[in-house]
């Protein structure tokens, strides 16, 4: 989608700092980091949010819940968040799904 900040990302038509890319995922540094280490995980296609999957994208999001302690791993961290924000009042600011990692020191339960 031309109008997607994070679709023009994988474009390679906006800049970002990629951690991690293959066939179906990227990862890069959020730009306004919320912890000492913050990613952000979005798979190439453009789906919206959870709200979005179908049956379809079952293997995908398998693939997915593989690869994000993968990255955690290959970024060093040994304890991390991941959040996914679904819709305005879910807080989703970029409408192309991602899933924050977050870590690098000890984060407040909640
Ligand atoms: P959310 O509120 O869950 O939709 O999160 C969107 C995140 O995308 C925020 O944490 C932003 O700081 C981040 N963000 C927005 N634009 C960019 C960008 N061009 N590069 C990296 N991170 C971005």
């Known amino acids: 989608m ?8 994988v474009a390679g038509n906006i800049p970002a700092n990629k951690v991690f890319e293959d066939d179906d995922f990227l990862a ?11 990613l952000l995980v979005i798979p190439k296609q453009h789906i919206v ?13 398998g693939k997915l819940m593989l690869t994000l302690p993968k990255i955690a791993s ?6 991390y968040r991941t959040i996914t924000n679904t ?9 192309h799904m991602h ?9 407040p339960g909640f």
């Open 87 to 95: 819709g305005a009042e879910g807080g989703q600011e970029v409408f």
């Open 74 to 79: 290959q970024q060093g961290l040994s304890g």
């Open 28 to 38: 890069f540094h959020d730009i306004a980091p919320k912890a000492d280490t913050h």
């Open 49 to 61: 949010n959870l709200d979005d999957l179908t049956a379809e994208h079952a293997g995908l999001m």
């Open 2 to 9: 031309s109008d997607c900040i994070f679709c023009n990302i």
């Open 99 to 107: 899933f924050h990692i977050l870590g690098g020191s000890a984060l």
